[in-house]
């Protein structure tokens, strides 16, 4: 299963669109959305915005069971900035 796959299962889940996630993503049209599926190409940032647009967080989980979660730059800024 690929990361398109399971975030196209992601969006089903949760009754978003793929339109949904390339506004999110700051894509203005369809055929840019439809390559990054096909061509399965996904940062990190585009993950963590996956996952925040269908209510979920990303986050590595070690073998001792300690889960350290995956933010993007936008949520460390602090209000003063």
Request: hydrophobic share 40%.
């Amino acid at each position: 299963m690929t990361v398109s796959d399971i975030i196209k299962g992601l969006l089903s889940m949760t009754g978003k669109k793929q339109a949904d996630l390339a506004e999110v993503l700051g894509m203005s049209s369809k055929q840019a959305m439809s390559n990054k599926v096909r061509m399965n190409r996904w940062s990190a940032d585009d993950l963590i915005k996956a996952a925040e647009l269908c209510g979920g967080k990303v986050a590595i989980i070690m073998p001792d069971g300690q889960t350290i979660q995956l933010r993007n730059d936008e949520d460390e800024k602090s209000p003063d900035a």
